[in-house]
């Protein structure tokens, strides 16, 4: 059964229809993508995933239950997440701990264990200025970690990065969301990240927006080989044909 799954979510602003009877389904351990162009609803879409907002109507379950319009069960990473400047980076991770009534020492102490994991040792008492965009957004895919859900939803993780910063950050998530257990449904408007990190993708499309199609991806060798061989620009295709 899937962990995670979405049931005929529609969704309007205002009377505009924006998002229309979408259906979708995350099970362990998968990492899978939800692409489409800017605008078609993915954002809006994944705030009714979260809970934070109310669908007009259909359902969102986890383990079968139903927790449409409930915030706090699934970890959730905002489009354009950022690390409050003012605040050192150990602190910023720990921020989750800090939401659930923690002291600001015991959420460090809750947190301190994990920097050599998520690659920022050394860097918990710099300011989030001093580190570099991969490390910055490994702290906010720590802080995601520390809400401490299986299901982690991630709008445009790596959008703001660059091209190298990028493929490092595609491999260090593939390792590290399988040590930890996670189920990830993550945004992106990028076919080469659709394909490098995903066991499946959703494509989005239209007015108001559906899923119009979903393509499984099977990855073969590590990372950097799988995106040298024809499969790879296959699959490319394949998605760029139906968007
Ligand atoms: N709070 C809001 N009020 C009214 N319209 C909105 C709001 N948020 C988003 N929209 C509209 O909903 C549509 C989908 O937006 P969004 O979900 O952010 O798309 P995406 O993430 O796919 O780029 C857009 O046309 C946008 O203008
Ligand atoms: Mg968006």
């Known amino acids: 059964m899937a962990i995670f799954e979405a049931r005929n ?19 362990h351990g998968e990492v899978v993508c939800l692409i489409g162009a800017s605008g078609v609803g993915k954002s809006t879409l994944f705030q009714v995933l979260s809970g934070m907002k109310k669908p007009d109507s259909g359902g969102v379950f986890l383990n079968g239950e139903d927790i449409t319009g409930k915030t706090g069960m699934v970890s959730y990473m905002l489009q354009k997440d950022m690390l409050l400047p003012f605040m050192n980076v150990i602190d910023n991770v720990a921020l989750p701990y800090r939401l659930k009534g923690f002291k600001k020492k015991e959420a460090r102490e809750k947190v301190r264990s994990y ?38 939803l991630l709008d445009e993780p790596f959008s703001a990065l660059d091209e190298l910063t990028k493929a490092d950050l595609y491999e260090w998530y593939l390792n590290i969301g399988g040590e930890l257990g996670l189920a990830t449904l993550f945004i992106s408007h990028s076919l080469e990240e659709a394909v490098s990190l995903s066991n499946r993708v959703y494509v989005m499309s239209g007015v108001p927006g559906r899923i119009e199609a979903e393509v499984a991806i099977k990855r073969r060798g590590s990372l950097r080989e799988f995106c040298s061989t024809s499969e790879f620009s296959e699959y490319k295709n394949r998605l760029r044909d139906l968007l």
């Open 9 to 27: 979510i529609t969704q309007s602003y205002e009377g505009v229809p924006i998002i229309e009877d979408i259906c979708l389904a995350l099970n």
């Open 115 to 152: 920097f050599g994991q998520f690659g920022l040792e050394g860097a918990q008492d710099k300011l989030p200025d001093q580190l570099s965009g991969g490390m910055r957004q490994r702290a906010a895919f720590m802080r995601t970690y520390f809400f401490g859900r299986e299901v982690v």
